[in-house]
């Protein structure tokens, strides 16, 4: 049955060429759901039309509950709603279109209706079960059994979170050649100046640069030291062939075939010990586990299938 799918987030759709995780994943979603052969919308402050999905220009944050469903087309069947609303409009949408869910993207969400995780380990962080595996388009990923001799860190680099001083931490010690990709950290020079010999710092990189990196990386390094929701980048990584060596935090050890994708470690000492292993993983093993396992096209087909279990159990 052909349904009218509508996104409602709170950042730009389609999303910019810097934009970060949730509005790409949005984009990737609808343009599945419509490859599926559903109508699609998409309502945002900020996008255009694209050639999968309808966008509705709006700011959500400023229009109340009558004026965001004059902007809901009739026909409208679903709502997947990432953010941006009150949870009182979120509720009365809620009522309105049985066949809603709130996806949730980062650690926040608890009073929005109808609530889905990105992984298991996010869901139980707050208290729930419910959850759908982010997913890729796989075919936009480029695959390389060629590996150079370089580690790389890819995430935001500003975010202490996110691991980048434990990264440059384990290269100086092992020596071991690091590519930091992610911007710059004012506490960490290493990511500013190429001053230390096993240390390069490339800035923000994105597009055919960003896959060309990914793709010969000896390893995706993510050594992580919060509760990480999912990881686009590790699922990336893992598309091109190139192992992930992580931290067990968050959503690592549900993503990474420990093993056989990448390594999940408990201690530096473990991540050290990693570094001597990864060249005798397969790339095409490590690619198929995340064709596998979190392709665009399943995360479609799965919230597809939670939208039909909200209209029918409401939760």
């Known amino acids: 049955m052909e349904r009218h799918i509508l996104h409602i987030h709170d950042q730009a759709l389609p999303p910019t060429p810097t934009s970060g995780g ?18 699609v919308s998409a309502l945002s402050p900020q996008g255009h039309t694209t050639p999968y999905y309808q ?8 229009l ?45 969400g ?14 139980r962080h707050h208290d729930d079960q419910r959850f759908i ?20 860190f890819l995430a935001k680099v500003k975010r202490s979170k996110k691991g980048v001083q434990d990264a440059i931490d384990i290269a100086k010690q092992t020596k071991h050649p690091l590519l930091i990709a992610g911007g710059r950290r004012f506490g960490s020079p290493e990511t500013w100046f190429p001053w230390h010999p096993s ?5 923000y990189i994105n597009g055919a640069q960003k896959q060309t990196i990914i793709k010969h990386a000896k390893a995706l390094w993510v050594p992580i030291r919060w509760e990480e929701p ?22 690592m050890k549900e993503l990474i075939h420990h093993g056989v994708s990448g390594f999940v470690c408990d201690t530096k000492a473990e991540f050290i010990d990693a570094l001597n292993l990864v060249d005798k993983l397969d790339p095409k093993i490590i690619r198929q586990h995340a064709l596998d396992n979190f392709s665009a096209l399943k995360m479609a087909t799965a919230h597809l299938d939670m939208l039909t279990l909200a209209g029918s159990e409401p939760w």
């Open 64 to 108: 109340d509950f009558q004026q965001l469903c004059q902007l809901i087309p009739d026909s409208v069947t679903d709502i997947e709603y990432h953010g941006g609303l009150t949870a009182e409009i979120a509720h009365q949408l809620c009522q309105r279109y049985p066949r809603f869910i709130s996806v949730i993207h980062s650690t926040c």
């Open 199 to 203: 240390i390069k710092p490339l800035g």
């Open 230 to 251: 999912f990881g686009l980048t590790v699922v990336e990584a893992m598309l091109a062939g190139t192992p992930v060596i992580a931290y067990n935090r968050g959503a």
């Open 55 to 62: 966008h509705i220009l709006a700011d959500i944050k400023q």
């Open 22 to 39: 949730s509005n790409r994943l949005v984009d990737w979603l609808a343009k599945e759901q419509s490859l599926l052969g559903h109508m």
């Open 133 to 152: 595996y982010n997913g890729v388009p796989v075919d936009e990923i480029e695959f390389s059994e060629d590996k150079k001799d370089y580690a790389l």
């Open 110 to 123: 608890k009073t929005s209706p109808n609530r889905v995780y990105v992984s298991a380990s996010h869901a």
